[in-house]
């Protein structure tokens, strides 16, 4: 029972749309029976209802161009990772090429590796790789750059990543030699400050710029490049000069290196 007067509602609706539609499309002109209120609220009533259909036009419409645009994002998603793959591919291939260099003079075996963390706390740095022991790193292994630049050597392995003691690490020590010359001493890390390279008695030779390489006389391969020398400070009171040096790694992209294997 209490249905009838909506079901009564809807007919008149329906009869009153009707009436119009007849009137506006077939009867237009003539003679009709329809009371003037009666079509005025009709047609009234029809216009709303063709708006509301060009209203639901536009919800479809927005939907659509919703759709579309969702669709867009997505291809714009693929192609950023086809172009960021494209570029990781290049910068892989441009590794390889320079570590084959190095690799062919030095009479070691190498792995390739990744840094994926540098941590420079104030009482050392040290980064990580992400290749450890199921990779065959072992502690003591060294790491460089393809342009036999030196970063540093393993200090602790994982099963799948491994910590590399820095070049600027107090702990970190090598025999360094100046290219050119016999002078030769112990370069050790000095965290901000670089490395320093000591045992250069007053009468060695040696000035800033000059370049320190690895003399292959304890456990590094030879010819590593370490840095250059950022300061030499004489004071004839002394035994030995204080010579700073410039870590070569520091002006370098790390990123992939290159482990070389020293057992």
């Known amino acids: 029972m209490k ?3 909506i079901k009564f509602g809807v007919i008149i609706l329906v009869a ?3 009436a119009v539609f007849l009137n506006k499309y077939f009867i237009k002109d003539r003679m009709t029976i329809y009371p003037k209120s009666f079509i005025n609220f009709g047609s009234s009533l ?3 209802m063709e708006n ?3 209203f639901v036009g536009k919800i479809k419409n927005f939907n659509n161009l919703a759709s579309e645009n969702d669709k867009l994002k997505q291809e714009q998603k693929i192609i950023n990772n086809l172009e960021a793959k494209i570029d990781d591919l290049e910068s892989e291939n441009n590794f390889l090429r320079r570590a084959s260099r ?9 792995i390739y ?22 990779d065959g790193i072992s502690e003591g292994d060294v790491v460089i750059t393809a342009e036999g630049v030196l970063v540093g050597k393993i200090e602790k392995v994982m099963q799948n990543f491994s910590r590399v003691l820095f070049v600027s690490d107090p702990e970190f020590k090598i025999t360094a030699k100046v290219v050119g010359f016999d002078t030769s001493g112990i370069a050790r890390g000095a965290l901000r400050e670089g490395m320093y390279l000591d045992f250069i008695v007053q009468g ?11 003399t292959g006389s304890d456990l590094f391969p030879p010819a590593l490049i370490i840095g250059s020398i950022d300061h030499v400070e004489i004071n004839a009171t002394q035994m030995f000069k204080k010579v700073r040096i410039r870590p070569a790694v520091e002006d370098v992209h790390l990123g992939r290196v290159l482990v070389v294997k020293m057992k």
């Open 102 to 110: 190095i690799s062919s003079r030095l009479d070691y075996s190498i």
């Open 113 to 134: 590796a990744g840094i994926f963390n540098v941590n420079l706390a104030p009482t050392g740095y040290n980064v990580l790789l992400n290749k450890g022991a199921q």
């Open 3 to 5: 249905k009838t007067p």
């Open 204 to 214: 060695d030779e040696i000035k800033e710029e000059d370049v320190l390489i690895s």
């Open 52 to 54: 509301f259909g060009g």
């Open 46 to 48: 029809f216009i709303r």
């Open 16 to 18: 009153v749309i009707g």
